[in-house]
């Protein structure tokens, strides 16, 4: 219940700080350190401190809603979004204050820029979170024209003056084929993600390069289209068993698409990795339950998701535009689902 004797002025004391950093706490600035935060958040909570929200965001002329715009069928498959959404809500927690607030950007809205204008003035938000980002979404431009702070998670902005944080697809594919060149696999085939994902083509590219750079053949048939989905995967497992001369290791452009994979071998008597070997990409919950577990990439997805969200709130309170581009590494998650091909 809120205690109207406790005041920031108290919680300062007690926390032998000045009252404009225990303000910072409560505005959400990444400032602040860590052990700072905890400190006055536990007094505050023991003092029964509540801020009053109504009156901080009309102070300071916010709305309190952060947008989360991503395309909402894209949430379905894997556990991509759940984790990011992990991330978002360490960055913004409930006692911050601020509200999430949905937008689909495959709805007509987000594709006309004069419309996307005004639902940005009608339902306002205080910034935007731009998760999933297709090739030839068109509304970042206009979003960046009427001085929307954004922050794109998960892909790379093709406009250096908008704010992204990405993963090092490149380096992980490429630690992959690695791997499974050093296990002895010639015969690499390769199920690619959407089309509509930039990071699914730079995953394709690198692992053709990488082919390309140990003089490796690629037979017809062994670049498959997917779109992400456990169906696309079922799909090209099928083709790539028919393929002759049938590959010893299959990778797939993400870990939805590899476990679908590893089911449709084993539903044809073909054991992973026995006789061929599996591998995936995004290391979500579901390739470490999977059977056999799933060699994959770890990508730090909740990490992003946390920095993107952090560096959008510094941003809003700070009343500038997020900038700059943040890759983070990912790394190679060795399992049961790869070993040396068969003599």
Same mark, same amino acid.
């Given at each position: 219940?809120?205690?109207?004797?406790?005041?920031?002025?108290?919680?300062?004391?007690?926390?032998?700080?000045?009252?404009?950093?225990?303000?910072?706490?409560?505005?959400?600035?990444?400032?602040?350190?860590?052990?700072?935060?905890?400190?006055?958040?536990?007094?505050?909570?023991?003092?029964?401190?509540?801020?009053?929200?109504?009156?901080?965001?009309?102070?300071?002329?916010?709305?309190?809603?952060?947008?989360?715009?991503?395309?909402?069928?894209?949430?379905?498959?894997?556990?991509?979004?759940?984790?990011?959404?992990?991330?978002?809500?360490?960055?913004?927690?409930?006692?911050?204050?601020?509200?999430?607030?949905?937008?689909?950007?495959?709805?007509?809205?987000?594709?006309?820029?004069?419309?996307?204008?005004?639902?940005?003035?009608?339902?306002?938000?205080?910034?935007?979170?731009?998760?999933?980002?297709?090739?030839?979404?068109?509304?970042?431009?206009?979003?960046?024209?009427?001085?929307?702070?954004?922050?794109?998670?998960?892909?790379?902005?093709?406009?250096?003056?908008?704010? @992204? &944080?990405?993963?090092? #697809?490149?380096?992980?594919?490429?630690?992959? !084929? =690695?791997? %499974?060149?050093?296990?002895? *696999?010639?015969?690499?085939?390769?199920?690619?993600?959407?089309?509509?994902?930039?990071?699914?083509?730079?995953?394709?590219?690198?692992?053709?390069?990488?082919?390309?750079?140990?003089?490796?053949?690629?037979?017809?048939?062994?670049?498959?289209?997917?779109?992400?989905?456990?169906?696309?995967?079922?799909?090209?497992?099928?083709?790539?068993?028919?393929?002759?001369?049938?590959?010893?290791?299959?990778?797939?452009?993400?870990?939805?698409?590899?476990?679908?994979?590893?089911?449709?071998?084993?539903?044809?008597?073909?054991?992973?990795?026995?006789?061929? @070997? &599996?591998?995936?990409? #995004?290391?979500?919950?579901?390739?470490?339950? !999977? =059977?056999? %577990?799933?060699?994959?990439? *770890?990508?730090?997805?909740?990490?992003?998701?946390?920095?993107?969200?952090?560096?959008?709130?510094?941003?809003?309170?700070?009343?500038?535009?997020?900038?700059?581009?943040?890759?983070?590494?990912?790394?190679?998650?060795?399992?049961?689902?790869?070993?040396?091909?068969?003599?």
């Amino acid at each position: 219940m809120h205690n109207p004797h406790a005041t920031m002025d108290d919680i300062a004391r007690e926390c032998g700080l000045s009252k404009k950093t225990v303000s910072r706490v409560f505005c959400d600035s990444t400032a602040v350190k860590k052990a700072t935060r905890d400190k006055v958040m536990e007094v505050a909570k023991r003092l029964r401190y509540e801020v009053n929200i109504l009156a901080r965001n009309l102070n300071q002329n916010q709305s309190g809603f952060i947008g989360v715009a991503t395309p909402l069928d894209a949430m379905l498959p894997g556990n991509y979004f759940a984790e990011i959404f992990q991330g978002f809500r360490r960055a913004i927690p409930d006692e911050s204050g601020y509200i999430f607030a949905l937008f689909d950007t495959n709805s007509e809205s987000f594709n006309d820029g004069e419309k996307l204008a005004k639902l940005y003035r009608q339902r306002r938000v205080d910034g935007l979170l731009v998760v999933a980002l297709h090739t030839h979404d068109r509304f970042v431009g206009t979003l960046e024209q009427v001085h929307v702070p954004m922050v794109i998670v998960g892909e790379k902005s093709a406009n250096r003056s908008v704010c @992204s &944080v990405f993963c090092d #697809d490149e380096f992980g594919i490429n630690q992959l !084929c =690695s791997y %499974l060149y050093s296990l002895g *696999h010639r015969r690499i085939a390769f199920v690619q993600g959407s089309n509509e994902y930039a990071t699914s083509l730079r995953r394709k590219e690198t692992f053709l390069q990488f082919m390309k750079s140990k003089g490796l053949e690629i037979p017809s048939g062994y670049i498959q289209p997917g779109d992400n989905s456990p169906r696309s995967g079922r799909a090209a497992a099928q083709i790539l068993l028919q393929t002759t001369p049938r590959p010893t290791a299959i990778m797939a452009g993400n870990d939805a698409m590899a476990i679908a994979i590893m089911e449709t071998l084993r539903a044809h008597n073909v054991r992973v990795p026995e006789d061929i @070997s &599996v591998t995936g990409f #995004d290391d979500d919950t579901a390739s470490r339950q !999977c =059977s056999p %577990l799933l060699t994959t990439a *770890h990508q730090p997805i909740s990490d992003m998701g946390e920095f993107g969200a952090r560096k959008l709130i510094y941003a809003i309170n700070s009343k500038t535009l997020p900038r700059g581009n943040t890759m983070m590494e990912p790394s190679l998650i060795i399992r049961e689902s790869t070993a040396s091909p068969r003599p």
